[in-house]
């Protein structure tokens, strides 16, 4: 009973993570650029979900439009702060991108207070029992939810024009163009994209712990960055392969290694020991 | 009568590395223009550079009287313009059928919603299918691209810059590394592709197979054009023959 | 045209700085270090809107000693790194006459040593761990060791609300640490037994896998150390997952946020703290309804912290009738005073001896549950 808790745990965990760990794959699959402000788009995702729903009383409405709004302020993170560097070093963009990052967490901290927010009235917070655990609606959601968007986008990838031009750009950009696809246009479909995931996954840890808070984006800042390594750079099977991974093995190590180790420190030691076994990553080795 | 195609004064270069030095040359409705010259005379940049997939530092390009210099790859390639590469590489997580699809269905890209809305990629298919039997290989149609002969790879870059529809026909090096039947065979294709109406301007070094289908020659050396003209009368030339010497090309007239 | 541009603004830039420093004359100086961005930037908030409200009502009466005070705030985010050069800065640039942290105890600690070697004294807030008092005898403590409210906690469960089997979960920091082991410490004399104890993070929100084996556990009482933003979480993912066992907090948790946050699952939940919300104490009546009309959002311990750290340093300056630092140090170690977390009289060390109060959600709002006042069990250390 304990295990299978701690397994659905682990699945809830890692569907999170996956959701945002997706994004950054894509941009990095792109463009090669470590996209740590993605971390910042989770949190700001977080921030609109809560407020929008706060305003409408409706979750259902509120995620869309934040989901769409961070998809927005992401194209334009593209367009103003790494076209403008992408012929120079990849350094550059990650330098960039840091600042980037903290920029954000101090303009939520200056705009919304230090001390978070709360819904007004958390919704999917419904308790039922389930397989003897008693499981609350939202991580019903945050599963299925996860398990839709994705199924959803990869089935667009396959099969519509634009996912398999998307797919083509990402293959070989240069080659790409001569398909007469216009690479700048995928560049920004794929920033929405993934924002639009990063708020998608901010409004399901919103709902989880009732709070968003300006540094709620650090530890997935750097999370997120080493699940996609451990998946195996721009690889999206490998980053979901890794995030599920992940997400149950940080929840039985919390419990069994939780007084030697913290969570964090699993996670990467989880992580060390699986990039030394294979260190192009799980699915890596472009 | 106005040219197709008409380049100016393109200079490029790459850091200190002076590629291509103010070439210009003009393109007519439905022309064989023949692209030549010794190896590293810039002919691959030209024609990047007129695609846009490089930049030049100075040029003048118009399709149809109309000035491309400053748009982007998708949008040259939308009035018109269509290339092959010499190096083929088709995207191997598709068919041979779906590659040609992917850029017959271009037009459909350009707005966004509409190409995620528009779920029917039929027509594009059998365009595709169309296009790669023009070119001879439709038997090959729904092969995966992986493991297959340099003769048909070559054949399907050709489809699919067909499939592009456009009114100017770019090829880089199409018969390289075909042996001589394949390289007759694929010429004798392009040469049909061009009396069907098509221009085309063919980068070649396979000089035998230029002289058979090449209506006129522009001939590049050291990044500057050196020659144009009739074919046989430019390639007895003392500057074209000396611009070859050393290299393992005949250069003997027929 | 813009060469006398660039002119007027350099004179204007000297005027403003010379009017600045004309007035800054006048007042006695009180340094100020407290995390206003980063992690803790919560609580650096609250417990700066504490002090100034304690500096504002001081001044609106006249100030000390003919003085205005002035609170000179800088922000260490919590860094011990940061707070150094921050007391460095104190003392040597702006001079204060005295400091007080609105720190965690890492930046405390640090800062700490910098004034005792420089023979300033220094107040302590809130940050609760013992090494920062045995910097030396110019530094004292307005709140309780973490050691000595753990032990209250023990008390509390076993005798209190007659509990014996106990889950700890405990915050990986100074502040969890010391709870922990002050609860441990007499945690048998009050007949406990301590099932288990889980550690997490401090940047830890999600607690599923703890909450499953908590409740696989199936304790009486869990004494769980943390803040307002982990614990808000943590109750409320105890309870969404059917674990109905009393839980048991310290400040950490005496915040509305926290209340806010957990919502329903907060009902019930008791803390040792110092701020009795149902107090018919005027000094903390009074402070309560000040507080809530100037900050606009309602008092926390923290900010309780603040106000009552200013207060004995004004009450000091009054004693000492005068800036001197010994005079200072000596005002401090003698002052008696009566303040909204309770009576502040120092012992040997500079630590406090006062009662701890025990309050509990009821309603959505913080009420009185108890009061320990064992002298014994809370003496603090006197060395």
């Known amino acids: 009973m304990l295990f299978l808790e701690l397994f659905a745990q682990g699945l809830i965990y890692g569907c999170m993570y996956a959701t945002i760990a997706v994004g950054l794959t894509l941009v990095y699959s792109l463009l090669r650029i470590l996209h740590v402000a993605h971390a910042g788009l989770f949190a700001l995702g977080g921030y609109l979900g809560l407020l929008l729903t706060n305003a409408t009383g409706s979750l259902i409405l509120a995620l869309p439009l934040a989901a769409a709004a961070v998809g927005v302020v992401g194209m334009a993170i593209y367009r103003f702060c790494y076209e403008p560097i992408l012929h120079r070093p990849p350094y550059v963009a990650l330098i960039a991108s840091i600042g980037l990052f903290i920029a954000l967490e101090e303009i939520f901290r200056l705009i919304f207070g230090p001390y978070g927010l709360t819904y007004a009235q958390a919704p999917l917070q419904e308790t039922f029992a389930m397989g003897g655990m008693t499981i609350r609606r939202v991580e019903i959601v945050i599963v299925v939810g996860s398990v839709l968007i994705l199924g959803i986008l990869s089935w667009l990838s396959r099969h519509t024009r634009l996912g398999v031009a998307w797919r083509a750009t990402v293959d070989d950009p240069q ?37 968003v808070e300006p540094t709620m984006g650090g530890v997935p800042s750097y999370k997120a960055l080493a699940i996609i390594v451990l998946g195996g750079l721009g690889n999206v099977t490998g980053t979901l392969c890794a995030s599920l991974l992940l997400g149950v093995t940080e929840a039985f190590g919390t419990i069994y290694i939780g007084n030697f180790m913290d969570r964090d420190a699993i996670a990467f030691a989880f992580m060390i020991v699986v990039l030394m076994v294979r260190p192009q990553g799980l699915f890596g080795g472009r | 009568m106005k040219p197709l ?6 200079t490029l270069h790459f850091g200190g590395v002076k590629a291509l030095t103010d070439v210009s040359f003009a393109v007519r ?147 390289a590394g075909l042996n001589h039947v394949e390289a007759g065979r694929l010429a004798d294709t392009v040469a049909e592709i061009n009396q069907g109406g098509m221009t085309v301007v063919m980068i070649e070094h396979n000089l035998s197979e230029v002289l058979r289908v090449a209506q006129r020659l522009v001939v590049l050396d050291n990044g500057a054009k050196i020659a144009e003209g009739d074919p046989r009368q430019v390639l007895l030339m003392p500057t074209v023959q000396a611009a070859y010497l050393g290299e393992e090309t005949d250069i003997a007239a027929d | ?132 008092t045995r910097a030396g005898d110019y530094v004292f403590r307005t709140s309780f060791l973490g050691e000595i409210q753990g032990k209250a906690g023990a008390k509390l469960i076993g005798e209190l ?103 329903d699952a907060a009902e019930g939940v008791i803390i040792t703290t110092s701020l009795d919300r149902d107090s ?31 207060k004995v340093a004004a009450a000091a300056l009054a004693k000492a009738g005068g800036t001197d630092p010994k005079a200072l140090r000596d005002a401090i170690a003698a002052v008696e005073l009566k303040a909204s977390t309770g009576e502040i009289r120092f012992n040997a060390l500079g630590e406090v001896m006062k009662a701890v109060q025990i309050q509990v959600v009821k309603a959505g709002n913080w009420r009185h549950y108890a009061v320990i006042d064992d002298p014994e069990l809370l003496a603090p250390p006197e060395n």
Do not use: W
């Not at chain 3, 907090?249 to 509305?256: L, M, N, R």
């Not at chain 3, 809530?292 to 750290?309: P, Y």
């Open chain 1, 175 to 211: 080659m790409a163009a001569s398909f007469g696809i216009s690479v700048l246009k995928v560049r920004y479909l794929n920033f929405f994209i993934g924002s639009a995931l990063a708020a998608v996954a901010g409004v399901f840890i919103s709902l989880l712990s009732n709070l």
């Open chain 2, 5 to 10: 195609l008409e380049v100016a004064d393109l």
């Open chain 2, 29 to 175: 409705e439905k022309e064989f223009l023949c692209l030549i010259g010794p190896n590293g005379a810039g002919k691959t940049t030209l024609l990047k550079s007129i695609l846009g997939i490089v930049q030049p530092q100075q040029a003048e390009i118009r399709l149809a009287g109309r000035s491309i210099t400053h748009l982007p790859t998708h949008r040259r390639i939308r009035l018109g313009l269509a290339l092959t590469h010499q190096i083929v590489r088709p995207f191997t997580c598709m068919t041979v059928r779906d590659n040609v699809a992917l850029a017959a269905g271009h037009q459909r890209l350009q707005r966004v919603l509409g190409a995620l809305v528009h779920l029917d990629r039929r027509s594009e298919r059998a365009k595709a299918a169309a296009f790669l039997e023009r070119v001879g290989i439709g038997d090959y149609m729904d092969h995966p691209v992986a493991g297959l002969p340099l003769g048909v790879l070559k054949r399907l870059e050709v489809a699919r810059a067909l499939a592009l529809s456009p009114r100017l026909l770019l090829l880089d090096e199409p018969l």
């Open chain 3, 1 to 132: 045209m813009l060469r006398s541009k660039r002119v007027v603004l350099v004179v204007l830039g000297l005027v403003i700085l010379g009017v600045a420093n004309a007035t800054g004359a006048d007042t006695i100086k009180i340094g100020f270090n407290t995390p206003l961005t980063g992690f803790a930037a919560s609580d650096g908030k609250s417990c700066s809107e504490g002090a100034k409200l304690a500096v504002d009502q001081i001044n609106a009466e006249g100030g000390v000693l003919g003085r205005q005070l002035e609170l000179v705030i800088y922000d260490d985010q919590a860094k011990p790194a940061q707070a150094i050069p921050i007391a460095n800065k104190l003392i040597g640039k702006d001079k204060v006459v005295m400091g007080i942290s609105g720190s965690y105890s890492g930046a405390t600690r640090s800062a700490a040593g910098v004034f005792q070697e420089n023979k300033i004294p220094y107040i302590s807030a809130y940050a609760i761990h013992p090494d920062i």
């Open chain 3, 161 to 263: 609300m007659g509990k014996r089997k106990v889950v700890m979960i405990t915050l990986q920091n100074d502040f969890g640490q010391s709870l922990a082991a002050g609860f441990k410490s007499v945690a048998e004399r009050y007949g406990l037994a301590i099932l288990n104890e889980y550690q997490y993070a401090i940047k830890d929100r999600q607690f599923g896998a703890m909450v499953a084996k908590v409740k696989a556990d199936a304790p009486d009482a869990i004494y769980a150390s943390g803040y307002y933003f982990t614990a808000g979480p943590l109750v409320s993912q105890l309870r969404a997952a059917g674990v109905t066992a009393s839980v048991i907090g310290q400040e950490g948790y005496d915040s509305q946020k926290f209340i806010e946050i957990a919502g």
């Open chain 3, 280 to 310: 018919t104490v005027p000094e903390t009546v009074d402070f309560m309804k000040a507080f809530e009309q100037q900050a606009g959002f309602k008092v926390d311990m923290v900010a309780a912290s603040g106000h009552t750290a200013v």
